[in-house]
Every structure is written in C-alpha cells, then in structure tokens.
C-alpha cells in the first residue's frame, strides 16, 4: 500500500435501531437536495415563480430514479436476467445500480411536462439547474465510494483506491490500488459546473440571453469526462463493438448537446420565463387556459333600467343621469322575449 493511498470505507450502513441507514442512499438523498435548493435560488433570480422547483422535484425525482433503475437494468442485464441472476435484485437500488443517462432523460421529460402546462418555458429551467445537476451528480459518487464499486483498473500512482477482499474482482490479488474513478468522476462534475456557471455569465453579459445553451453545454461538459472515466473501469458493462455500452452513450450524448447548443444558438434566444401568451401562470386548481374559466356571459345595455335607476327630475339629462349599465345576458333575453309577446 502506498501511504498515499485512498483507504475504502470500512462499513456502507449504519443502523438507526432496527432501520438502516445506507450511506448511498444518504449520499443521492444529499446530491438531490443541494440541486433541489440550488436550482431554486437560480431560476427565482432569473424570474421563476416561488415555489415552482420544489414542485418539479416531486415529480422529477421519482421519475428519475425509476429511469435510472431501468437504464442500469437494460445495460447490465445479466446480473438480472443471465443464467445467475435474479430479477429479485432489480429493486434493491441500496445496493448501486442507476445509470444517469436514464435517470436524467425521465427527469427531464417529467420537467418539460409539467412545466409546458403551467405555461413556463424550458430553457429558463434547464439553465439555471445545469450547474446544479454536475453538483448533484459529483456529491452522488460518495456513494459508489461506499459500497467500493465503479473503480477503475490497477494503478501505481499515489492516490490509488484500496479494495476490500470481500469487494475485490477476481484475478487480483490482496493489496492492489485501483483508480478512484469516483473521485476522477466527482472532481470532474465540479470543474463543470465552474465552467457552466463562467458560459452562463458570458452568454448573458451586455444584455445577451442564455436561451438554454446551458443544458446542452452541460451534455457535452458530462459526456467528455464520462467517456474516458468509463474506459478505466473493470466491472462488467455489455460491450458494443468492443467499446463499453456507456462509452457509446456517452459519444452520442455529446454530438447531442453538441448541435443543440449551435441549434440554439442561431435561433432567436429569450430568457423570458413564461410562454409566450402565457403572462401567468395558473395556480394549483386553477384551470390551465383562462378561457377555460367559467364566467356569466353579459351584454351591455344602454339606457335607464326599470327598478335599477332612479327617475330623471325635470330638466335633467337622462343619458347623464342612466350611464350605460351592463346586466346579465339572461335576463336581458328574457326582456327581449317579454318585447315580443306584446
């Protein structure tokens, strides 16, 4: 062992009584609320109405954690579905196991869903959560620390990770360093966010917009750390030509952010909250469309109204003194139909 060595957790769990506290959970628990407050406090600053992040996380979380689950399930299918595997660990997500790729597309989606129906755009959002979302996911990789997974191959350099027996792969033998590549992972989300948040300043400086650009840069800051992170791991990943599935993913995720980011930036940019035509957006219980909302229909009727108005004494005016009134459309059809029995 090098005295330089990064020394494995001795215990992932910890037991509050008889209920446990895995420190995963606690570390994505975490990562979720700092993105959760952060994201807030940005998108409130560029205009947001109070209130909206904490909804969209009620929403996004789950989703993102079951899509996460499912992305993880379909990559590495055979600790579930091969000859030795058991679909009864697909929900045992303490253990490790949610792939971000899937994790961030149902967020998102649940995002855009909910935002387009209460009339505020996306762009807005999505910039002011990027930076907050490489925080989240940098805290997040504690986890993998914990329960000594997602390491990397055999190192000699000084910061090497220290294994367990009881989590070494096969083949290797007792004392050997690995790359931390959560610590590579982790340090890498972090500078990114720095960098989004120096894009963000750039793009909005002397009057300019933001207009989402963001969000894509945050694909392609990820991805680029993420492909070579993933080249240095040993666990078992499906391979596609030759290449671990999550390197493919991550290649495509950034030729994505890639022509999004110069997609958007020749279109008009705005950094308006709302949707155009949407001045406010509607509250819990209310309806979506303004037009939706139930109103008695009213006709306006000139002239004095018998019983409403009082009558004129000599010499006054009596358009002056009997202002235009307006009285609901129903009785003013029941007047009309009184007109013409006569």
Request: some cysteine.
């Amino acid at each position: 062992m090098s005295p330089t060595s990064i020394p494995s957790p001795a215990r992932a769990v910890w037991y509050l009584g008889p209920v446990p506290l895995r420190a995963y959970a606690l570390c994505m628990l975490t990562g979720i609320a700092v993105a959760v407050w952060w994201t807030d406090r940005r998108y409130r600053r560029a205009g947001g109405p109070q209130d909206t992040v904490l909804d969209l996380a009620l929403l996004a979380v789950p989703a993102g954690i079951v899509g996460a689950r499912l992305y993880h399930v379909l990559s590495s299918p055979d600790r579930y579905f091969g000859p030795e595997g058991s679909l009864w660990l697909i929900p045992r997500i303490w253990e490790g196991g949610l792939g971000v790729w899937g994790g961030i597309a149902a967020g998102a989606a649940a995002c855009a869903w909910l935002l387009r129906r209460r009339g505020l755009r996306v762009a807005p959002f999505a910039d002011a959560a990027a930076p907050a979302v490489l925080v989240a996911q940098a805290i997040g990789r504690l986890g993998n620390y914990f329960n000594q997974e997602l390491f990397g191959g055999p190192t000699t350099l000084p910061w090497g990770l220290e294994i367990d027996a009881a989590h070494l792969p096969p083949g290797y033998a007792p004392g050997t360093l690995f790359h931390p590549t959560f610590l590579y992972e982790a340090l890498w989300n972090l500078a990114g966010a720095l960098v989004l948040l120096g894009l963000g300043r750039r793009l909005t400086r002397d009057g300019g917009a933001s207009g989402g650009r963001l969000m894509w840069a945050y694909l392609m800051v990820y991805t680029s750390g993420r492909a070579w992170i993933e080249y240095l791991r040993v666990d078992d990943a499906q391979l596609v030509a030759g290449l671990r599935l999550n390197v493919w993913t991550s290649l495509i995720v950034f030729l994505i952010g890639l022509a999004g980011y110069i997609w958007s930036s020749r279109r008009p940019l705005s950094d308006a909250v709302t949707v155009p035509g949407r001045q406010d957006s509607p509250q819990p219980g209310e309806p979506e469309d303004p037009h939706d909302a139930p109103s008695a229909p009213t006709e306006p009727v000139s002239g004095p109204v018998s019983g409403s108005v009082s009558e004129p004494g000599p010499g006054e005016d009596t358009d002056a003194q009997a202002p235009d009134r307006v009285i609901p459309a129903k009785s003013q059809a029941g007047r009309l139909r009184e007109d013409e029995t006569q």
